[in-house]
């Protein structure tokens, strides 16, 4: 028999995905619950010497979607290729595990350069920085200092 919704109990909340339990307990891992990833190419520059920066994000995060508004803003002026890094992916684990609470974090070059949001004068800013002969040279902040003092 098929018990009404009404009857169940939301055991809890995962991401955008709500778990209903009768029986036993379940442990939500967003980790495993993550459908599609968003990681991946979100726009490549012309140049092959352009910058390079990485949004670690996840899906449904508006913040994160406000970031690459600002990037796109720029694109023109400062051309860069834009990379999207999904910290919900199995593979990013360590990613999750020190920005879950500070996506969107943005990296420059590889080092980091902003978290939560950026205005497009940092970014053109940055992106000036980044095209010197001296290169990008990174900004204090990175969740991943208190990471690492954590491990």
């Known amino acids: 028999t098929v018990q009404p919704l009404a ?20 442990r939500c891992n967003p980790l495993l619950s993550r459908s599609l990833s968003v990681s991946g190419e979100v726009w490549k520059a012309a140049a092959a ?22 990037l796109a803003e720029v694109r023109a002026d400062y051309p860069h290729t834009l990379i999207a890094v999904d910290i919900t992916d199995r593979e990013n684990r360590d990613w999750f595990r020190c920005y879950k609470f500070d996506i969107p974090v943005l990296h420059l070059q590889g080092k980091f350069f902003a978290k939560h949001f950026v205005t497009t004068e940092q970014v053109k800013e940055a992106l000036a920085e980044a095209a010197t002969v001296e290169g990008f040279s990174g900004r204090p902040g990175d969740p991943r200092d208190q990471c690492n003092k954590t491990l």
């Open 7 to 26: 009857s169940m109990r939301i055991r809890s909340i995962c991401g955008s995905k709500v778990v209903l339990r009768r029986f036993g307990r379940r």
């Open 49 to 70: 010497d352009a910058p390079v920066l990485k949004l670690f994000t996840k899906k449904d995060c508006s913040l994160c979607d406000d970031m690459k508004d600002v």
